[in-house]
């Protein structure tokens, strides 16, 4: 079975310029994960979904980030205008809703870096 | 204010020997608490987990151990491999929040020398 897929697995980009980041999860899957990793904060949850709809963002540092998820199979993280403290390693993830105590199943990240 | 704490960012030992990896927590809400591995380039995976009502939960050659009243976790890998070499994160759920909304500590890199 495929797993959670993410692209790009990496992006260099300049400062100011929009930065796109996808995430497939996995099929049947009801919950999708955006994470954050940094050297100084660890992995940081930003913002998770249940059957597409936003439950909670509290963890989206701040306007310039958005998280889209138009349909079961797809979901963005987008970053305008990008800046240099926002390199970080991306991940996405997602879990069914048997349990709650369902482990989440990571993608393999986008390793962003913001010039 | 890191809520899950993992205090030593490194730890090697030796092939066959046991590893123990430490976290501690601050939040008394956690009721349940998870361990994940990643290896470089990797997206963390899945461990082992334990309920805040149980002591211990054993898996092959992994075991974790929970003192609520410490509020302290250990992860025992016993015997450890050159293959378990990785990053080891710990995390836990509130159980007056989402049932899905984990925090994380920020990792115990392991090694096991051969």
């Known amino acids: 079975d495929a797993g959670v897929i993410q692209s790009p697995r990496h992006e260099v980009t300049e400062m100011g310029q929009e930065v796109t980041l996808r995430c497939k999860p996995i099929s049947g899957h009801d919950y999708l994960f955006w994470y954050r990793q940094t050297m100084m904060r660890g992995l940081e949850l930003l913002i998770y979904f249940n059957n597409n709809v936003p439950i909670d963002d509290s963890g989206m540092p701040e306007d310039r980030f958005s998280a889209k998820m138009p349909n079961a199979s797809f979901s963005t993280l987008k970053i305008q205008p990008s800046e240099p403290r926002d390199s970080a390693v991306y991940f996405c993830a997602s879990s069914t809703t048997t349990g709650p105590n369902q482990p989440q199943h990571f993608g393999d990240g986008t390793r962003l870096s913001i010039l | 204010d890191q809520q899950v704490k993992q205090n030593s960012p490194s730890l090697s030992v030796q092939e066959g020997r046991i590893s123990i990896l430490n976290c501690d927590y601050t939040n008394s809400m956690f009721d349940y608490f998870l361990w994940y591995k990643k290896y470089p380039a990797e997206g963390p995976t899945f461990l082992i987990s334990?309920?805040?009502?149980?002591d211990k939960n054993e898996d092959g050659r992994f075991t974790v151990f929970l003192n609520k009243s410490a509020k302290h976790l250990s992860l025992h890998i016993v015997p450890s491999q050159p293959g378990d070499s990785a990053v080891y994160f710990c995390?836990?759920?509130?159980?007056?929040?989402?049932?899905?909304?984990?925090?994380f500590g920020k990792g115990t890199l392991l090694t096991v020398n051969p």
């Open positions: 995390a836990a759920k509130d159980r007056g929040g989402s049932n899905y909304k984990l925090t």
């Open positions: 334990i309920s805040s009502i149980k």
